[in-house]
């Protein structure tokens, strides 16, 4: 049974840092490519941040590119978020998710449906 728990949202105010974990267990982790997104109320889940397999290559949507930084340690089957310079817009629960695919299409690395597996949420609040 795969599970992936995420772990470190809060409140916090603007400008400040958040480091978001996610630990998966269930599976080969250093299989599988990790993504990060999130969803704010009333919007679509939308994606934020991927890292492939081996941890050699990285991606983030625009609105984050510069702030956050997701990383991982195969050692310990955990994904990480570094989330600097948070802002309002940042508020979200922040889901992590698991992706056994090979796809490498921008257009697919960003859809929900892409990725097999997901983690409950963390809510991540930023004050102004």
């Known amino acids: 049974q795969v599970q992936l728990v995420e772990s470190g949202g809060g409140l916090v105010q603007a400008g400040d840092s958040l480091r978001l974990s996610c630990a998966a267990s269930?599976?080969?982790?250093?299989?599988?490519?990790m993504g990060w997104f999130r969803q704010a109320p009333g919007k679509e889940r939308e994606f934020v941040a991927r890292?492939?397999?081996?941890?050699?290559?990285?991606y983030y949507t625009d609105s984050v590119k510069g702030r956050f930084t997701i990383s991982r340690d195969n050692a310990r089957n955990t994904v990480y978020l570094q989330m600097n310079s948070l802002k309002p817009e940042d508020t979200a629960v922040y889901y992590c998710?698991?992706?056994?695919?090979?796809?490498?299409?921008?257009?697919?690395?960003?859809?929900?449906?892409?990725?097999?597996?997901w983690g409950q949420g963390t809510q991540v609040t930023v004050s102004s």
């Open positions: 269930g599976l080969t982790f250093s299989s599988y490519a």
């Open positions: 998710a698991a992706d056994s695919s090979l796809v490498s299409r921008i257009s697919a690395v960003t859809a929900p449906s892409t990725w097999n597996y």
């Open positions: 890292i492939t397999s081996s941890g050699r290559s990285t």
